[in-house]
């Protein structure tokens, strides 16, 4: 275990390393990130077998821990989600670069033209627990975008995320690139954490990914600007008008996809005209899976269920737990979103494209569906190669963070010696 005063000293250099790394990366042509891309790609394949290896000594001792099943969910590799982590990368390196990007040049009264330019945010401090692909997915997404990042994931990951890490290590210096431009936080001691959120003479922002806890800890404490991920409590709401198959399949797909990731449904709301027809099907199928069903009153009613309480239309399950509430109409299910939803992702099941208008404008979530698991709020699906979280802030970035989140802008003011008057 590190004292105070080496933690301090070792997180001051990752910082300094980082911040030097960032200018040199800043001015790395699309070429050059790109190749070191596909570098790191396959050197995560050619590693393929050492990451399940060191992924299996995660496992075991998460489960001596007794971790929870969500958290042992999110820790887990296999080749299906290596597969993913390499294709990340690749999309990752087939996406336009959006660094150097100008907008059209507007011409002002005065003569004066005026356009932004994107850039870099600088060096980028990234805290997550459990899932070691974020090591893979953050790096690409910043260094793709000019970024350099400093990466701390959770003890429970310490020896997956190092082999990942050794692998992007590996391609940064076949490409010429630095490898300070992607740093990993290699102690789990929690000091460290704090230290990172005072590094702001180094970093320019926070992007914390887990529990909610972590991210009020981290808001509280950061001195760093941080964008944030809150709960994913998701609805899916179903209309009177909805179609009934499409309904039973969106809903079942939008709680059962993964029940540990932050875009899985939470609280199920349904119009009283369509309870009695949908509702008794969806509870079988539902109970067939294993998930626990908690309901208000009126769902008591009409299905065999445990009664919910207050505190469970405002609770971030992560488990084959949902809760279901009958609604009179699209306004009280409006109304129940706006003061138990965490703006993450919501969803209306419709054929009534009025009532879809409606749940469009007055649902303020960083994504809002029609027709659709809440489960498809993700950077990969959104067409953005990769994700570092799903910020349910309104500044810097909203929705997915990808590539732009990513990104500043700077004006560019282009004149012919015009000269400012009294």
């Known amino acids: 275990m590190l004292q105070s ?34 570098l790191i790609s396959s050197e995560i394949e050619s590693r393929r077998s050492e990451i399940l290896e060191e992924n299996k000594k995660d496992l075991e001792a998460a489960k001596e821990k007794s971790i929870g099943s969500a958290l042992i969910d999110r820790l887990e590799l296999n080749d299906a989600r290596i597969d993913s982590m390499i294709s990340g990368l690749k999309v990752v390196s087939e996406l336009p670069d959006p660094i150097g990007e100008m907008t059209d040049m507007d011409p002002t009264p005065s003569g004066i033209k005026v356009s932004k330019m994107r850039v870099p945010l600088g060096v980028v401090g990234i805290i997550y627990e459990s899932r070691p692909n974020v090591t893979a997915d953050a790096a690409a997404l910043c260094l ?4 350099a990042c400093i990466l701390r994931g959770g003890s429970e990951a310490i ?9 992007l290590q590996k391609g940064l210096e076949l490409s010429g690139l630095p490898k300070e431009c992607i740093q990993l936080v290699e102690t789990t001691d929690r000091e460290a954490v704090k230290t ?48 009934l198959e499409k309904a039973e399949a969106i809903t079942l797909n939008a709680k059962t996809y993964r029940y540990g990731i932050c875009g899985a449904m939470e609280t199920l709301l349904v119009h009283s005209e369509m ?65 138990y939803g965490s703006n993450h992702t919501d969803s209306i099941i419709a054929e ?34 990769a994700e570092v979280g799903i910020s349910t802030d309104k500044i810097h970035a909203r929705g997915p963070v990808g590539l732009e989140g990513l990104t500043s802008q700077k004006f560019i003011v282009i004149g012919n010696s015009q000269l400012r008057g009294i």
């Open 196 to 243: 990172l959120l005072h590094l702001d003479s180094y970093l320019d922002v926070i992007i914390p990914r887990g529990g909610k806890g972590l991210v009020k800890l981290i808001s509280e404490e950061s001195r760093v600007p941080v964008i944030k991920h809150l709960d994913g409590i998701c609805h899916v709401y179903i209309d009177k008008s909805a179609n």
């Open 5 to 38: 005063k080496e933690i301090n000293l070792y997180m001051d250099k990752l910082g300094a390393e980082a911040k030097q790394a960032s200018k040199v990366l800043s001015q790395a042509s699309e070429e050059m990130k790109n190749e070191a891309l596909m």
């Open 144 to 147: 793709k975008s000019g970024n």
């Open 275 to 339: 309870a009695k027809i949908v509702l008794p099907k969806l509870s079988i199928e539902f109970l067939n899976k294993g998930v626990e069903l908690r309901g208000c009153k009126k769902t008591l009613e009409v299905i065999d269920a445990r009664e919910a309480t207050e505190e469970d239309w405002s609770t971030e399950y992560l488990g084959p737990i949902l809760s279901i509430k009958i609604v009179e109409n699209l306004i009280e299910a409006v109304d129940h979103i706006q003061m």
């Open 352 to 385: 009534d494209q009025d009532a879809v208008a409606v749940f469009f404008k007055n649902v303020d979530s960083s994504s809002v569906m029609h027709n659709l698991p809440t489960c498809w709020a993700d950077g990969f699906e959104y067409g953005l190669g």
């Open 159 to 167: 020896s997956s995320n190092k082999i990942i890490w050794n692998c």
